[in-house]
């Protein structure tokens, strides 16, 4: 995954558990520390402290 100032994850990981009521699991990619750490767009990404994006498996996406 790319993110919108041009930082590529560090890898793919999964899928997880979710709890939700949908019970998807989810495929994560993880950017490292020293990507997000600097990026002008940090207020606005997300306030965890790790960055994470996460996706329901491809073929629960109807790709």
Do not use: H
Not at 1 to 7: D, E, S
Not at 26 to 55: E, H, M
């Amino acid at each position: 995954m790319t993110c919108p100032n041009g930082q590529v994850s560090a890898g793919w990981y999964g899928p997880y558990p979710t709890f939700e009521l949908a019970g998807a699991p989810l495929i994560v990619a993880r950017f490292t520390k020293s990507q997000y750490q600097p990026c002008p767009d940090k207020p606005w990404c997300t306030k965890a402290s790790a960055r994470n994006v996460g996706f329901p498996p491809r073929e629960l996406c109807g790709l």
